[in-house]
């Protein structure tokens, strides 16, 4: 007697045997599985491909609506945000400080140890220099100025951002300068020129150049924590903070060249 494929299968131990299911139908019946003898192994399950798992809801970086925050919100917003790791290790963020309808903008990199405690930016050496640099321009924070920071919270060991942190705090600056409508903005620093201006060219070759942010002047110099290493940097700082009051003063007049 012939045996059918099916029943050579069996008899070779090959078993169960899955048969495709015809389309639209039920499936063809499969030979039962030969008996197994004493102590001999089960045959192995047939093990489920995992379907994967419902996708969390993205963590992501501030909202949509930071765009539409007023400045309680855009506080509250930025004290509770955990849009990075840097929130992970923070006393407390630090969204800026200064007069909410200034003339001057100044941007730096992000928060230090001090600045991490107070709550303010530019509180320590580098703050002290900040100051004595806004007095030679007449001007002190809180008076016309708004100093705030590429990122809110302080990265480890006061290391520069990195470019994942300054865009994910991106939006709330963004948000600060919209509500602030400065009429020059300075840019202390690289981190602070990657995050306003996209651009990782080195400070020199962008010193003394009029830039614009959302038909805002701005300019770019050093950051005072740099300046406190490098002292002979700091006339042209200076110079970089003339060229900046200059601009401002051509808003007024605006036939003035620049």
Known sequence: MSLSREQMLVEMGISPIWVVREKGGEPAPAVAPAPQSAGEAPPSAVVA????APLRESVAGPAAAVDAMNWPELTRAVAECKACPLCQQRKQAVLGVGDLNPDWLFIGEGPGADEDVQGEPFVGQAGKLLDNMLASLDISRGNKVYIGNAVKCRPPGNRTPEAAEMAA???YLERQIALLKPKIIVLL?????????HDDKSLAS???KRFEYAGIPVVVTYHPAYLLRN???KSKAWEDLL???RLLNALATPELPF
């Open 231 to 233: 002292l002979p940097d």
């Open 169 to 171: 705090c991106r939006p």
């Open 189 to 197: 620093g690289k981190a602070a020129v990657h995050s306003v201006l």
């Open 206 to 208: 962008l010193r003394g």
């Open 49 to 52: 491909v995992p379907q994967p």
């Open 243 to 245: 060229f900046a009051r």
